[in-house]
Protein backbone atom coordinates (compact mmCIF):
# COMPACT_ATOMS: atom_id res chain seq x y z
CA UNK A 1 0.00 0.00 0.00
CA UNK A 2 1.58 3.50 -0.88
CA UNK A 3 1.66 5.91 2.07
CA UNK A 4 -1.35 7.64 0.25
CA UNK A 5 -3.46 4.93 0.65
CA UNK A 6 -2.26 4.24 4.25
CA UNK A 7 -2.94 8.09 4.70
CA UNK A 8 -6.73 7.99 3.21
CA UNK A 9 -7.49 4.25 5.21
CA UNK A 10 -6.68 6.56 8.51
CA UNK A 11 -8.84 9.34 7.38
CA UNK A 12 -11.87 7.33 6.20
CA UNK A 13 -11.34 5.37 10.09
CA UNK A 14 -11.25 8.96 11.47
CA UNK A 15 -14.81 9.89 9.42
CA UNK A 16 -16.37 6.72 11.01
CA UNK A 17 -15.08 7.47 14.15
CA UNK A 18 -16.60 10.80 14.64
CA UNK A 19 -19.99 9.76 12.71
CA UNK A 20 -20.02 6.79 15.59
CA UNK A 21 -19.78 9.62 18.45
CA UNK A 22 -22.57 11.39 16.22
CA UNK A 23 -20.13 14.28 15.04
CA UNK A 24 -21.67 16.59 12.39
CA UNK A 25 -19.97 17.44 9.29
CA UNK A 26 -16.47 17.11 10.12
CA UNK A 27 -17.02 12.78 8.97
CA UNK A 28 -18.17 14.71 5.47
CA UNK A 29 -15.07 16.66 5.28
CA UNK A 30 -12.29 13.62 6.27
CA UNK A 31 -14.40 11.10 3.92
CA UNK A 32 -13.59 14.07 0.50
CA UNK A 33 -9.89 14.68 1.97
CA UNK A 34 -9.32 10.41 2.06
CA UNK A 35 -10.61 10.40 -1.71
CA UNK A 36 -8.14 12.57 -2.91
CA UNK A 37 -5.14 11.70 -0.80
CA UNK A 38 -5.78 8.37 -2.35
CA UNK A 39 -6.11 9.87 -5.84
CA UNK A 40 -3.10 12.21 -5.40
CA UNK A 41 -0.50 11.83 -7.90
CA UNK A 42 2.41 12.86 -5.89
CA UNK A 43 3.35 10.87 -2.44
CA UNK A 44 2.26 12.63 0.28
CA UNK A 45 6.01 11.77 1.80
CA UNK A 46 7.11 14.05 -0.95
CA UNK A 47 4.81 16.66 -0.53
CA UNK A 48 5.41 15.96 3.46
CA UNK A 49 9.02 17.02 2.71
CA UNK A 50 8.33 20.06 0.96
CA UNK A 51 6.39 21.37 3.83
CA UNK A 52 2.87 21.61 5.26
CA UNK A 53 1.88 23.98 2.32
CA UNK A 54 2.48 21.47 -0.50
CA UNK A 55 0.51 19.06 2.01
CA UNK A 56 -2.39 21.50 1.78
CA UNK A 57 -2.44 22.01 -1.94
CA UNK A 58 -3.94 18.51 -1.79
CA UNK A 59 -7.84 19.30 -2.88
CA UNK A 60 -10.48 19.21 1.06
CA UNK A 61 -6.69 19.49 2.39
CA UNK A 62 -6.82 22.70 5.16
CA UNK A 63 -4.49 23.04 8.20
CA UNK A 64 -5.62 20.79 10.56
CA UNK A 65 -5.64 17.51 8.21
CA UNK A 66 -2.08 19.44 6.78
CA UNK A 67 -1.07 18.64 10.02
CA UNK A 68 -2.33 15.30 10.70
CA UNK A 69 -0.61 14.03 7.50
CA UNK A 70 2.53 15.37 8.58
CA UNK A 71 2.37 13.52 11.82
CA UNK A 72 1.61 10.33 10.19
CA UNK A 73 4.83 10.41 7.38
CA UNK A 74 7.09 11.92 10.81
CA UNK A 75 5.42 9.39 13.65
CA UNK A 76 3.94 6.55 11.37
CA UNK A 77 0.61 7.62 13.97
CA UNK A 78 -1.70 10.72 14.75
CA UNK A 79 -2.65 10.81 17.93
CA UNK A 80 -6.22 11.99 17.90
CA UNK A 81 -6.60 8.89 15.97
CA UNK A 82 -5.29 6.44 18.86
CA UNK A 83 -7.93 8.94 21.60
CA UNK A 84 -10.76 7.64 19.34
CA UNK A 85 -9.57 4.19 19.10
CA UNK A 86 -9.28 3.38 22.50
CA UNK A 87 -12.88 5.35 23.17
CA UNK A 88 -14.51 3.11 20.52
CA UNK A 89 -12.17 0.18 20.19
CA UNK A 90 -13.83 -1.57 17.65
CA UNK A 91 -12.47 -3.10 14.42
CA UNK A 92 -14.47 -0.54 12.37
CA UNK A 93 -13.37 -0.53 9.25
CA UNK A 94 -14.37 -4.43 9.25
CA UNK A 95 -17.55 -4.05 10.64
CA UNK A 96 -18.62 -1.27 8.02
CA UNK A 97 -17.61 -3.58 5.76
CA UNK A 98 -20.60 -5.63 5.98
CA UNK A 99 -23.24 -4.31 3.68
CA UNK A 100 -26.17 -2.35 5.59
CA UNK A 101 -23.38 -1.86 9.28
CA UNK A 102 -22.60 1.82 9.39
CA UNK A 103 -20.19 3.13 12.25
CA UNK A 104 -23.60 4.27 14.30
CA UNK A 105 -25.00 0.79 14.25
CA UNK A 106 -21.41 -0.80 14.68
CA UNK A 107 -21.02 1.20 18.02
CA UNK A 108 -24.48 0.49 19.40
CA UNK A 109 -23.45 -3.22 19.16
CA UNK A 110 -20.41 -2.55 21.06
CA UNK A 111 -22.30 -0.40 23.69
CA UNK A 112 -25.09 -3.74 23.72
CA UNK A 113 -22.89 -6.65 23.18
CA UNK A 114 -19.35 -5.77 23.17
CA UNK A 115 -18.95 -6.66 19.64
CA UNK A 116 -15.47 -5.60 18.19
CA UNK A 117 -15.01 -7.83 15.70
CA UNK A 118 -16.15 -9.75 12.83
CA UNK A 119 -15.84 -13.27 14.24
CA UNK A 120 -18.15 -11.54 17.49
CA UNK A 121 -20.61 -10.14 15.11
CA UNK A 122 -20.85 -13.64 13.61
CA UNK A 123 -20.88 -15.39 16.60
CA UNK A 124 -23.75 -13.15 18.71
CA UNK A 125 -25.69 -13.06 15.37
CA UNK A 126 -25.68 -17.17 15.32
CA UNK A 127 -27.33 -16.90 18.80
CA UNK A 128 -29.81 -14.64 18.34
CA UNK A 129 -28.83 -11.71 20.01
CA UNK A 130 -28.72 -9.00 17.65
CA UNK A 131 -32.29 -9.07 17.51
CA UNK A 132 -32.41 -8.35 20.73
CA UNK A 133 -30.75 -4.93 20.50
CA UNK A 134 -33.17 -1.71 20.17
CA UNK A 135 -33.18 -0.59 16.33
CA UNK A 136 -32.40 -4.40 15.65
CA UNK A 137 -34.10 -7.28 14.06
CA UNK A 138 -34.72 -10.51 12.73
CA UNK A 139 -33.86 -9.02 9.29
CA UNK A 140 -31.30 -7.55 10.12
CA UNK A 141 -29.13 -10.44 11.79
CA UNK A 142 -29.80 -12.66 8.42
CA UNK A 143 -28.45 -9.46 6.51
CA UNK A 144 -25.29 -9.56 9.18
CA UNK A 145 -25.20 -14.04 8.29
CA UNK A 146 -25.04 -13.47 4.55
CA UNK A 147 -22.74 -10.84 4.23
CA UNK A 148 -20.31 -11.92 7.50
CA UNK A 149 -18.11 -13.89 5.21
CA UNK A 150 -17.95 -11.60 1.78
CA UNK A 151 -16.66 -8.48 4.55
CA UNK A 152 -14.03 -10.92 6.09
CA UNK A 153 -12.63 -11.80 2.27
CA UNK A 154 -12.34 -8.39 1.41
CA UNK A 155 -10.80 -7.40 5.07
CA UNK A 156 -7.67 -10.14 4.15
CA UNK A 157 -6.67 -9.48 1.00
CA UNK A 158 -5.65 -6.15 -0.69
CA UNK A 159 -6.30 -5.05 -4.67
CA UNK A 160 -3.49 -5.73 -6.48
CA UNK A 161 -3.54 -1.85 -7.62
CA UNK A 162 -2.30 -1.84 -4.17
CA UNK A 163 -0.19 -5.01 -3.56
CA UNK A 164 1.68 -4.76 -6.96
CA UNK A 165 3.91 -1.26 -6.58
CA UNK A 166 4.40 -2.52 -2.61
CA UNK A 167 6.27 -5.89 -4.68
CA UNK A 168 7.65 -3.81 -7.15
CA UNK A 169 9.79 -1.70 -4.41
CA UNK A 170 10.67 -4.77 -2.98
CA UNK A 171 12.05 -6.12 -6.51
CA UNK A 172 14.31 -3.33 -6.73
CA UNK A 173 15.38 -2.63 -3.45
CA UNK A 174 16.06 -6.68 -3.11
CA UNK A 175 17.90 -6.28 -6.59
CA UNK A 176 20.34 -3.33 -5.85
CA UNK A 177 21.67 -6.09 -2.86
CA UNK A 178 25.29 -7.41 -4.06
CA UNK A 179 25.07 -10.71 -3.02
CA UNK A 180 21.51 -10.82 -4.92
CA UNK A 181 21.53 -12.61 -8.51
CA UNK A 182 18.33 -12.25 -9.81
CA UNK A 183 14.63 -11.26 -8.01
CA UNK A 184 10.87 -12.67 -9.15
CA UNK A 185 8.09 -11.81 -7.26
CA UNK A 186 5.97 -15.23 -7.05
CA UNK A 187 2.93 -15.96 -5.99
CA UNK A 188 -0.96 -14.54 -6.95
CA UNK A 189 1.06 -11.43 -7.76
CA UNK A 190 2.84 -12.50 -10.28
CA UNK A 191 -0.41 -14.56 -11.61
CA UNK A 192 -2.06 -11.07 -11.45
CA UNK A 193 -5.11 -11.81 -9.29
CA UNK A 194 -7.45 -9.58 -8.55
CA UNK A 195 -6.70 -10.03 -4.95
CA UNK A 196 -3.69 -10.48 -3.37
CA UNK A 197 -3.16 -11.92 0.66
CA UNK A 198 0.61 -11.55 0.82
CA UNK A 199 3.67 -10.92 -2.00
CA UNK A 200 6.16 -13.92 -2.11
CA UNK A 201 9.74 -12.54 -3.05
CA UNK A 202 11.57 -15.28 -4.53
CA UNK A 203 15.83 -14.21 -4.36
CA UNK A 204 18.54 -16.22 -6.50
CA UNK A 205 21.58 -16.13 -3.94
CA UNK A 206 24.31 -18.09 -2.10
CA UNK A 207 24.26 -15.60 0.75
CA UNK A 208 21.32 -15.97 2.90
CA UNK A 209 21.96 -14.28 5.54
CA UNK A 210 22.74 -11.40 3.67
CA UNK A 211 19.85 -11.25 1.65
CA UNK A 212 17.74 -11.57 4.82
CA UNK A 213 19.48 -8.73 6.30
CA UNK A 214 19.21 -6.43 3.35
CA UNK A 215 15.31 -7.14 3.84
CA UNK A 216 15.26 -6.23 7.15
CA UNK A 217 17.36 -2.73 6.20
CA UNK A 218 14.78 -1.88 4.16
CA UNK A 219 13.11 1.50 5.12
CA UNK A 220 9.65 0.30 4.53
CA UNK A 221 9.81 -2.21 6.88
CA UNK A 222 7.24 -1.57 10.07
CA UNK A 223 7.23 -4.93 11.30
CA UNK A 224 9.74 -7.86 11.64
CA UNK A 225 7.30 -11.35 11.82
CA UNK A 226 10.40 -13.56 11.53
CA UNK A 227 13.82 -13.94 10.04
CA UNK A 228 15.94 -17.19 9.39
CA UNK A 229 19.15 -17.69 7.14
CA UNK A 230 17.22 -18.07 4.18
CA UNK A 231 14.32 -16.40 4.91
CA UNK A 232 11.91 -13.75 6.33
CA UNK A 233 8.33 -12.59 6.97
CA UNK A 234 7.78 -8.70 7.28
CA UNK A 235 5.48 -6.13 7.21
CA UNK A 236 5.53 -3.31 5.23
CA UNK A 237 2.56 -1.00 3.88
CA UNK A 238 -0.20 -2.86 5.78
CA UNK A 239 1.36 -6.02 3.26
CA UNK A 240 3.10 -9.00 4.61
CA UNK A 241 6.10 -10.01 2.70
CA UNK A 242 7.46 -13.35 2.89
CA UNK A 243 10.99 -13.76 1.28
CA UNK A 244 12.99 -17.11 0.52
CA UNK A 245 16.51 -16.97 -0.79
CA UNK A 246 17.65 -20.07 -2.84
CA UNK A 247 20.76 -21.20 -4.60
CA UNK A 248 20.93 -20.63 -8.33
CA UNK A 249 20.45 -24.54 -9.40
CA UNK A 250 17.17 -24.42 -7.64
CA UNK A 251 16.04 -21.33 -8.82
CA UNK A 252 13.51 -22.08 -11.36
CA UNK A 253 12.37 -24.96 -9.29
CA UNK A 254 11.61 -22.55 -6.61
CA UNK A 255 9.90 -19.72 -8.33
CA UNK A 256 7.38 -22.58 -10.59
CA UNK A 257 6.42 -23.65 -6.97
CA UNK A 258 5.75 -20.36 -5.15
CA UNK A 259 4.08 -18.73 -7.91
CA UNK A 260 1.56 -21.21 -7.59
CA UNK A 261 -1.76 -21.42 -7.41
CA UNK A 262 -1.50 -24.28 -5.62
CA UNK A 263 -4.32 -26.15 -7.80
CA UNK A 264 -2.01 -25.67 -10.59
CA UNK A 265 0.97 -27.20 -8.56
CA UNK A 266 -0.96 -29.77 -7.20
CA UNK A 267 -2.53 -31.13 -11.24
CA UNK A 268 1.23 -30.51 -12.48
CA UNK A 269 2.96 -33.18 -9.89
CA UNK A 270 0.24 -35.73 -10.53
CA UNK A 271 0.73 -35.49 -14.42
CA UNK A 272 4.73 -35.98 -13.23
CA UNK A 273 3.88 -38.97 -11.01
CA UNK A 274 2.28 -40.60 -13.94
CA UNK A 275 5.65 -40.48 -15.47
CA UNK A 276 7.77 -41.39 -12.49
CA UNK A 277 8.92 -38.15 -11.89
CA UNK A 278 8.90 -35.82 -8.90
CA UNK A 279 8.85 -32.92 -8.70
CA UNK A 280 9.10 -29.79 -6.28
CA UNK A 281 10.42 -27.03 -5.33
CA UNK A 282 13.66 -28.19 -5.57
CA UNK A 283 13.62 -29.46 -8.70
CA UNK A 284 12.02 -32.65 -11.02
CA UNK A 285 13.86 -35.66 -10.71
CA UNK A 286 13.72 -38.99 -12.61
CA UNK A 287 12.31 -41.75 -9.80
CA UNK A 288 11.96 -44.47 -12.28
CA UNK A 289 15.33 -46.50 -10.54
CA UNK A 290 14.18 -45.28 -6.74
CA UNK A 291 12.28 -47.68 -4.64
CA UNK A 292 10.84 -45.02 -2.22
CA UNK A 293 10.44 -41.24 -3.62
CA UNK A 294 9.35 -40.15 -0.61
CA UNK A 295 12.46 -40.66 1.16
CA UNK A 296 13.20 -37.26 0.51
CA UNK A 297 13.08 -33.99 -1.29
CA UNK A 298 16.19 -34.64 -3.20
CA UNK A 299 15.66 -37.84 -4.79
CA UNK A 300 16.44 -40.17 -7.63
CA UNK A 301 18.45 -38.11 -10.88
CA UNK A 302 18.03 -34.50 -11.11
CA UNK A 303 16.70 -33.52 -14.44
CA UNK A 304 16.09 -29.89 -14.11
CA UNK A 305 14.98 -27.03 -11.92
CA UNK A 306 17.35 -24.21 -12.72
CA UNK A 307 15.29 -22.46 -15.17
CA UNK A 308 10.98 -22.61 -15.00
CA UNK A 309 11.03 -23.88 -18.15
CA UNK A 310 12.82 -27.01 -17.38
CA UNK A 311 10.26 -28.21 -14.68
CA UNK A 312 7.57 -27.69 -17.40
CA UNK A 313 9.94 -28.80 -20.41
CA UNK A 314 10.36 -32.41 -18.39
CA UNK A 315 6.74 -32.79 -18.77
CA UNK A 316 7.07 -31.89 -22.54
CA UNK A 317 5.06 -28.85 -22.29
CA UNK A 318 5.98 -25.24 -22.86
CA UNK A 319 6.20 -22.84 -20.09
CA UNK A 320 2.50 -22.02 -19.39
CA UNK A 321 2.86 -18.11 -18.27
CA UNK A 322 1.38 -17.77 -14.98
CA UNK A 323 -1.48 -15.85 -15.92
CA UNK A 324 -3.19 -19.18 -16.80
CA UNK A 325 -1.39 -21.05 -13.53
CA UNK A 326 -4.87 -21.55 -12.10
CA UNK A 327 -5.95 -25.31 -13.05
CA UNK A 328 -8.78 -24.03 -15.61
CA UNK A 329 -7.14 -26.42 -18.44
CA UNK A 330 -3.67 -24.54 -19.21
CA UNK A 331 -1.96 -28.12 -18.05
CA UNK A 332 -4.21 -30.20 -20.44
CA UNK A 333 -3.69 -26.98 -23.44
CA UNK A 334 -0.04 -27.06 -22.88
CA UNK A 335 0.48 -30.75 -23.24
CA UNK A 336 -1.70 -30.59 -26.82
CA UNK A 337 0.22 -27.39 -28.01
CA UNK A 338 -3.37 -25.57 -27.44
CA UNK A 339 -2.36 -22.66 -25.01
CA UNK A 340 -3.49 -19.33 -26.51
CA UNK A 341 -1.41 -16.44 -27.61
CA UNK A 342 -1.67 -14.17 -25.10
CA UNK A 343 -2.31 -10.64 -25.70
CA UNK A 344 1.01 -8.60 -24.50
CA UNK A 345 1.34 -5.47 -22.85
CA UNK A 346 3.01 -3.92 -25.87
CA UNK A 347 0.08 -4.08 -27.85
CA UNK A 348 -1.94 -1.99 -26.34
CA UNK A 349 -2.85 1.38 -29.18
CA UNK A 350 -4.71 3.49 -27.21
CA UNK A 351 -7.46 3.95 -24.71
CA UNK A 352 -11.58 3.79 -25.88
CA UNK A 353 -12.54 5.09 -22.10
CA UNK A 354 -10.98 8.35 -20.55
CA UNK A 355 -12.38 11.33 -18.35
CA UNK A 356 -11.59 15.25 -18.20
CA UNK A 357 -12.38 18.01 -16.56
CA UNK A 358 -15.68 18.29 -18.97
CA UNK A 359 -17.10 15.80 -16.15
CA UNK A 360 -15.26 14.57 -13.00
CA UNK A 361 -11.73 14.23 -14.49
CA UNK A 362 -8.60 16.51 -13.36
CA UNK A 363 -7.06 17.68 -16.55
CA UNK A 364 -8.26 18.70 -20.14
CA UNK A 365 -8.52 17.33 -23.25
CA UNK A 366 -5.29 18.57 -24.59
CA UNK A 367 -3.28 17.48 -21.48
CA UNK A 368 -5.00 13.79 -21.18
CA UNK A 369 -3.89 13.45 -25.29
CA UNK A 370 -0.42 14.98 -24.88
CA UNK A 371 -0.20 11.73 -22.23
CA UNK A 372 -1.47 9.43 -24.43
CA UNK A 373 0.91 10.12 -27.18
CA UNK A 374 3.64 10.39 -24.72
CA UNK A 375 2.75 6.92 -23.81
CA UNK A 376 3.66 5.70 -27.50
CA UNK A 377 -0.28 5.21 -28.53
CA UNK A 378 -1.67 6.11 -31.66
CA UNK A 379 -5.47 7.00 -30.66
CA UNK A 380 -7.25 8.10 -27.57
CA UNK A 381 -10.41 8.41 -26.95
CA UNK A 382 -12.58 11.07 -24.75
CA UNK A 383 -15.37 9.62 -23.08
CA UNK A 384 -16.89 11.85 -20.32
CA UNK A 385 -19.79 11.06 -18.33
CA UNK A 386 -23.08 12.02 -19.66
CA UNK A 387 -25.69 13.57 -17.46
CA UNK A 388 -28.21 10.20 -16.62
CA UNK A 389 -29.04 7.95 -14.10
CA UNK A 390 -26.32 7.39 -11.54
CA UNK A 391 -24.38 11.10 -12.55
CA UNK A 392 -24.90 13.08 -8.88
CA UNK A 393 -23.39 16.46 -8.55
CA UNK A 394 -24.10 17.92 -11.81
CA UNK A 395 -20.87 15.89 -12.48
CA UNK A 396 -22.23 14.74 -16.26
CA UNK A 397 -22.24 16.86 -19.66
CA UNK A 398 -25.13 17.74 -21.38
CA UNK A 399 -26.43 16.60 -25.45
CA UNK A 400 -25.23 20.62 -26.04
CA UNK A 401 -22.06 20.31 -24.40
CA UNK A 402 -21.06 17.36 -25.74
CA UNK A 403 -21.85 19.15 -28.81
CA UNK A 404 -19.47 22.01 -27.52
CA UNK A 405 -16.83 19.19 -26.49
CA UNK A 406 -16.27 17.38 -30.12
CA UNK A 407 -15.58 20.89 -31.63
CA UNK A 408 -12.88 20.99 -28.42
CA UNK A 409 -11.56 17.36 -29.26
CA UNK A 410 -11.46 18.41 -33.31
CA UNK A 411 -9.20 21.11 -32.36
CA UNK A 412 -6.73 19.65 -30.22
CA UNK A 413 -6.52 17.09 -32.88
CA UNK A 414 -5.31 18.92 -35.44
CA UNK A 415 -1.98 19.87 -33.76
CA UNK A 416 -1.87 16.89 -31.16
CA UNK A 417 1.00 14.21 -32.07
CA UNK A 418 -1.66 11.08 -32.03
CA UNK A 419 -5.58 10.53 -33.63
CA UNK A 420 -8.10 11.16 -31.20
CA UNK A 421 -11.69 9.70 -31.19
CA UNK A 422 -14.57 11.84 -29.88
CA UNK A 423 -16.92 9.32 -27.17
CA UNK A 424 -18.97 9.95 -24.42
CA UNK A 425 -19.49 7.46 -21.52
CA UNK A 426 -23.63 7.34 -21.42
CA UNK A 427 -25.49 5.84 -18.36
CA UNK A 428 -27.65 2.81 -18.95
CA UNK A 429 -30.80 3.26 -17.19
CA UNK A 430 -32.48 0.47 -15.41
CA UNK A 431 -34.45 -0.72 -18.61
CA UNK A 432 -31.21 -0.81 -20.84
CA UNK A 433 -32.15 3.03 -22.60
CA UNK A 434 -29.48 5.25 -23.15
CA UNK A 435 -28.94 9.00 -21.50
CA UNK A 436 -27.85 10.90 -24.61
CA UNK A 437 -30.41 11.50 -27.53
CA UNK A 438 -29.82 9.21 -30.66
CA UNK A 439 -28.62 12.71 -32.85
CA UNK A 440 -25.90 12.91 -30.61
CA UNK A 441 -24.33 9.31 -30.15
CA UNK A 442 -24.53 9.11 -34.09
CA UNK A 443 -22.00 11.87 -34.59
CA UNK A 444 -19.93 10.53 -31.98
CA UNK A 445 -16.70 8.36 -32.84
CA UNK A 446 -17.16 6.19 -29.79
CA UNK A 447 -20.01 5.20 -27.70
CA UNK A 448 -19.41 3.90 -24.30
CA UNK A 449 -22.21 2.80 -22.49
CA UNK A 450 -22.51 1.86 -18.91
CA UNK A 451 -24.52 0.66 -15.97
CA UNK A 452 -23.81 3.78 -12.60
CA UNK A 453 -26.96 3.38 -10.95
CA UNK A 454 -29.97 0.78 -10.17
CA UNK A 455 -26.84 -2.45 -9.48
CA UNK A 456 -29.08 -4.01 -7.14
CA UNK A 457 -31.17 -5.79 -9.54
CA UNK A 458 -32.16 -9.64 -10.05
CA UNK A 459 -30.60 -11.27 -12.55
CA UNK A 460 -33.22 -11.30 -15.37
CA UNK A 461 -33.59 -7.85 -15.09
CA UNK A 462 -29.86 -7.11 -15.27
CA UNK A 463 -29.41 -9.00 -18.19
CA UNK A 464 -32.44 -7.63 -20.43
CA UNK A 465 -30.72 -4.32 -18.91
CA UNK A 466 -27.37 -5.12 -20.30
CA UNK A 467 -28.60 -7.25 -23.70
CA UNK A 468 -30.66 -4.07 -24.72
CA UNK A 469 -27.96 -1.10 -24.24
CA UNK A 470 -25.41 -3.42 -26.01
CA UNK A 471 -28.46 -3.99 -28.91
CA UNK A 472 -28.75 -0.26 -29.36
CA UNK A 473 -27.03 0.60 -33.21
CA UNK A 474 -24.59 3.41 -31.75
CA UNK A 475 -23.36 1.73 -28.83
CA UNK A 476 -19.73 0.47 -29.68
CA UNK A 477 -18.40 -0.32 -25.90
CA UNK A 478 -20.04 -2.03 -22.80
CA UNK A 479 -18.08 -0.17 -20.24
CA UNK A 480 -17.54 -1.88 -17.00
CA UNK A 481 -20.56 -4.17 -17.53
CA UNK A 482 -21.31 -5.60 -14.23
CA UNK A 483 -20.66 -2.28 -12.24
CA UNK A 484 -19.27 -4.05 -9.54
CA UNK A 485 -16.52 -2.14 -7.28
CA UNK A 486 -13.93 -5.04 -5.70
CA UNK A 487 -14.73 -5.56 -1.84
CA UNK A 488 -17.14 -2.98 -2.03
CA UNK A 489 -20.11 -3.59 -4.18
CA UNK A 490 -20.91 -7.23 -5.98
CA UNK A 491 -22.75 -5.28 -9.01
CA UNK A 492 -25.08 -6.87 -11.15
CA UNK A 493 -26.05 -10.32 -11.11
CA UNK A 494 -25.67 -10.79 -15.11
CA UNK A 495 -26.46 -14.31 -16.99
CA UNK A 496 -23.43 -13.53 -19.84
CA UNK A 497 -23.91 -15.95 -22.35
CA UNK A 498 -27.29 -13.31 -24.10
CA UNK A 499 -24.93 -10.59 -23.50
CA UNK A 500 -22.10 -11.67 -24.74
CA UNK A 501 -24.12 -12.97 -27.86
CA UNK A 502 -26.05 -9.73 -28.66
CA UNK A 503 -22.48 -8.28 -28.04
CA UNK A 504 -21.36 -10.11 -31.28
CA UNK A 505 -24.74 -9.60 -33.29
CA UNK A 506 -24.13 -5.91 -32.65
CA UNK A 507 -20.65 -5.39 -33.29
CA UNK A 508 -20.37 -3.84 -29.30
CA UNK A 509 -16.98 -4.57 -27.81
CA UNK A 510 -17.36 -5.56 -24.00
CA UNK A 511 -14.81 -3.72 -22.02
CA UNK A 512 -12.23 -4.93 -19.37
CA UNK A 513 -12.32 -1.75 -17.14
CA UNK A 514 -8.24 -1.52 -15.69
CA UNK A 515 -9.17 0.56 -12.98
CA UNK A 516 -7.87 -1.55 -9.92
CA UNK A 517 -11.05 -0.99 -8.04
CA UNK A 518 -13.31 -2.51 -10.59
CA UNK A 519 -11.23 -5.32 -13.22
CA UNK A 520 -14.50 -5.55 -14.90
CA UNK A 521 -15.34 -7.93 -17.02
CA UNK A 522 -13.41 -10.07 -14.51
CA UNK A 523 -10.49 -12.74 -15.98
CA UNK A 524 -13.63 -16.06 -15.79
CA UNK A 525 -16.18 -13.30 -17.84
CA UNK A 526 -13.13 -12.57 -19.99
CA UNK A 527 -13.06 -16.08 -21.17
CA UNK A 528 -16.29 -17.12 -21.52
CA UNK A 529 -16.66 -13.63 -23.76
CA UNK A 530 -14.05 -14.65 -25.69
CA UNK A 531 -14.42 -17.89 -26.36
CA UNK A 532 -17.92 -17.49 -27.74
CA UNK A 533 -16.26 -15.21 -30.13
CA UNK A 534 -17.17 -11.41 -28.60
CA UNK A 535 -14.22 -8.27 -28.67
CA UNK A 536 -13.10 -6.92 -25.86
CA UNK A 537 -11.77 -3.20 -24.95
CA UNK A 538 -9.05 -2.57 -22.30
CA UNK A 539 -9.89 0.93 -21.36
CA UNK A 540 -8.23 2.44 -18.29
CA UNK A 541 -11.36 4.97 -17.33
CA UNK A 542 -8.44 7.44 -16.52
CA UNK A 543 -10.06 10.73 -15.03
CA UNK A 544 -6.44 12.23 -14.84
CA UNK A 545 -2.37 10.88 -16.53
CA UNK A 546 -1.06 8.95 -14.22
CA UNK A 547 -4.29 6.62 -14.64
CA UNK A 548 -3.78 5.43 -17.83
CA UNK A 549 -0.46 3.03 -16.75
CA UNK A 550 -3.61 1.06 -15.07
CA UNK A 551 -3.59 -0.43 -18.79
CA UNK A 552 -1.65 -3.29 -17.44
CA UNK A 553 -4.53 -4.07 -14.80
CA UNK A 554 -6.09 -4.73 -18.17
CA UNK A 555 -4.07 -6.40 -19.88
CA UNK A 556 -3.30 -9.11 -17.58
CA UNK A 557 -6.87 -9.81 -16.58
CA UNK A 558 -7.84 -10.07 -20.30
CA UNK A 559 -5.10 -12.53 -20.33
CA UNK A 560 -6.16 -14.41 -17.41
CA UNK A 561 -9.10 -14.62 -19.41
CA UNK A 562 -7.08 -16.14 -22.28
CA UNK A 563 -7.37 -13.88 -24.88
CA UNK A 564 -5.40 -13.33 -27.79
CA UNK A 565 -4.38 -10.12 -29.80
CA UNK A 566 -7.07 -10.50 -32.28
CA UNK A 567 -9.68 -10.31 -29.55
CA UNK A 568 -9.02 -6.94 -28.14
CA UNK A 569 -10.29 -3.80 -30.06
CA UNK A 570 -7.76 -1.60 -28.95
CA UNK A 571 -4.56 -3.97 -30.03
CA UNK A 572 -5.93 -2.82 -33.71
CA UNK A 573 -4.51 -0.09 -35.40
CA UNK A 574 -6.49 3.43 -35.69
CA UNK A 575 -7.75 1.87 -39.06
CA UNK A 576 -8.87 -1.14 -37.63
CA UNK A 577 -10.63 0.47 -35.00
CA UNK A 578 -12.43 2.72 -36.78
CA UNK A 579 -13.62 -0.06 -39.37
CA UNK A 580 -15.34 -1.91 -36.01
CA UNK A 581 -16.91 1.30 -35.12
CA UNK A 582 -18.30 1.20 -38.56
P1 LIG B 1 -2.32 -15.26 -1.84
O1 LIG B 1 -1.05 -14.93 -1.15
O2 LIG B 1 -3.38 -15.78 -0.94
O3 LIG B 1 -2.83 -14.14 -2.68
O4 LIG B 1 -2.05 -16.46 -2.88
P2 LIG B 1 -0.70 -17.17 -3.28
O5 LIG B 1 -1.01 -18.01 -4.46
O6 LIG B 1 0.39 -16.17 -3.43
O7 LIG B 1 -0.45 -18.16 -2.07
P3 LIG B 1 0.64 -18.21 -0.91
O8 LIG B 1 1.28 -16.91 -0.65
O9 LIG B 1 -0.04 -18.88 0.22
O10 LIG B 1 1.71 -19.25 -1.47
C1 LIG B 1 2.53 -18.92 -2.59
C2 LIG B 1 2.61 -20.10 -3.50
O11 LIG B 1 3.27 -21.18 -2.87
C3 LIG B 1 1.27 -20.67 -3.92
O12 LIG B 1 0.69 -19.99 -4.99
C4 LIG B 1 1.66 -22.07 -4.29
C5 LIG B 1 2.75 -22.41 -3.33
N1 LIG B 1 2.18 -23.19 -2.22
C6 LIG B 1 1.91 -22.74 -0.99
N2 LIG B 1 1.42 -23.74 -0.25
C7 LIG B 1 1.38 -24.84 -1.03
C8 LIG B 1 0.99 -26.20 -0.85
O13 LIG B 1 0.54 -26.60 0.20
N3 LIG B 1 1.12 -27.02 -1.92
C9 LIG B 1 1.61 -26.59 -3.11
N4 LIG B 1 1.70 -27.44 -4.13
N5 LIG B 1 1.97 -25.33 -3.32
C10 LIG B 1 1.88 -24.48 -2.29
CA1 LIG C 1 1.11 -14.78 -1.77
CA1 LIG D 1 3.03 -16.30 1.04
ZN1 LIG E 1 -18.28 4.61 -15.56
Redesign the pocket.
Known amino acids: MSRNAEVADRFEEFADLLEAKDVEFKPRSYRKAARNVREHPDPVEQLAAKGKDAVKEIDGVGDSLAEKILEYVRTGEIAELEALRSELPVDMEALTNVEGLGPKRARKLYDALGITTLDELEAAAEAGEIREIEGFGEKTEQNILENVDFARESQE?ELLGD?RPVAEDVHSHLSAVDAVSRVEI??????W?E??????ALVSSTEGEAVVEALLDWDDVDDVIEAGPKKASIRARDMRI?LRVVVPEEFGSALQ??????E???HL?NVAIDRDLKM??YGVFDVSDVDDPDAGQRVGERIGGETEAEMYAALDMPLIPPDL?EDTGEIDAARNGELPELLEEGEIRGDLHTHTEWSDGDNTVAEMADAAAERGYDYHCVSDHATGPGMVGGVGVTDDELRDQMGEIESVAADADIELFAGVEANIDAEGGLSVADDVLTDLDVVVASPHSDLNQDRDAATERLVRAVSHPSVDVLGHPTGRMIHSREGLPVDLAPVVEAAIENDTALEINASPFRLDLNGDAVRVAVEAGATVAINTDAHRPSELANVRYGVHTARRGWAETADVLNARDADGVREFLH
Open positions: RAAGSIRRRTIGDVDDYFTGSKHNVRNER
